[in-house]
C-alpha cells in the first residue's frame, strides 16, 4: 500500500477515533476534575470547593465555579473578579485554601467522611452550621465569611453571564462583553 493511500484511510478512522474517545461530557465539571487543568487549587480542593457551591447555588459546579476561583487566583489580583478582592485581598489564595480545608476537616470530623462523599441532607446542615457560625472545629477562615465569599462565586458563574441572565429572563445587556463567560 502506498503511503498516501494509507493516509488517506487513515484520516477518518483517526476523526471517527478521536469524536469517540474524546466525546464532550454533558455530566458537568464534577465528573470532569478529574481531566482539568488547574493553576493553583488542587484536584481535591476543586472538588471540595465544588461540592461546597453546588450545594449553596444549585448548578455551581456545572457551571464551573471550581476553574473560576482557580483562574482568578492564578491570575493578576488586580484583575480578579472574585469578590474577596474587594473586601479582604491581603491572602487570597490562602483565604481559599484555609476554607477548603476548614470544610474537609469539619466533614471528617462531624460525619468522618469528606464533604463531596457526604449526603446532601448532611451537605446542608454543614452550610447551616457554616452561616449560623455553629462549627466545631473550622473557627479559621471564618465559617460564615467563607459561605458569604463562596455563595457570591456561585451565584456569579451560575447567574452572573449570559446563559444564567436568559436562564432567569433578564435580558442580558452588557455595556462592554466580557472575553470569556465570567
Given at each position: 500500500m502506498k503511503r498516501r493511500c494509507f493516509v488517506?484511510?487513515?484520516?477518518?478512522?483517526?476523526?471517527?477515533?478521536s469524536a469517540v474517545l474524546h466525546r464532550p461530557s454533558f455530566s458537568g465539571e464534577a465528573t470532569n476534575i478529574e481531566q482539568a487543568n488547574y493553576q493553583y487549587l488542587k484536584i481535591s480542593?476543586?472538588?471540595?470547593?465544588?461540592?461546597?457551591?453546588?450545594?449553596i447555588v444549585s448548578g455551581a459546579d456545572v457551571a464551573g465555579v471550581a476553574r473560576f476561583v482557580d483562574q482568578n487566583l492564578a491570575g493578576h489580583q488586580a484583575e480578579s473578579l472574585l469578590l474577596l478582592r474587594y473586601?479582604?485581598?491581603?491572602?487570597?489564595?490562602?483565604?481559599?485554601?484555609?476554607?477548603?480545608?476548614?470544610?474537609?476537616?469539619?466533614?471528617h470530623h462531624r460525619f468522618d467522611?469528606?464533604?463531596?462523599?457526604?449526603?446532601?441532607?448532611?451537605?446542608k446542615d454543614m452550610i447551616a452550621a457554616g452561616?449560623?457560625?455553629?462549627?466545631?472545629?473550622?473557627?479559621?477562615?471564618?465559617?460564615n465569611f467563607f459561605y458569604f465569599i463562596s455563595r457570591s462565586d456561585a451565584v456569579?458563574?451560575?447567574?452572573?453571564?449570559?446563559?444564567?441572565?436568559a436562564e432567569i429572563g433578564i435580558p442580558y445587556l452588557a455595556h462592554i462583553p466580557p472575553p470569556q463567560p465570567w
Open positions: 488517506t484511510r487513515m484520516i477518518p478512522t483517526t476523526l471517527w477515533a480542593e476543586a472538588e471540595t470547593l465544588a461540592a461546597w457551591c453546588k450545594t473586601l479582604d485581598a491581603s491572602d487570597m489564595a490562602g483565604f481559599y485554601r484555609k476554607g477548603i480545608a476548614g470544610i474537609d476537616a469539619e466533614s467522611l469528606p464533604f463531596v462523599k457526604l449526603s446532601l441532607d448532611q451537605q452561616v449560623a457560625s455553629e462549627m466545631e472545629i473550622w473557627t479559621d477562615p471564618d465559617p456569579d458563574v451560575v447567574y452572573g453571564t449570559k446563559a444564567g441572565f
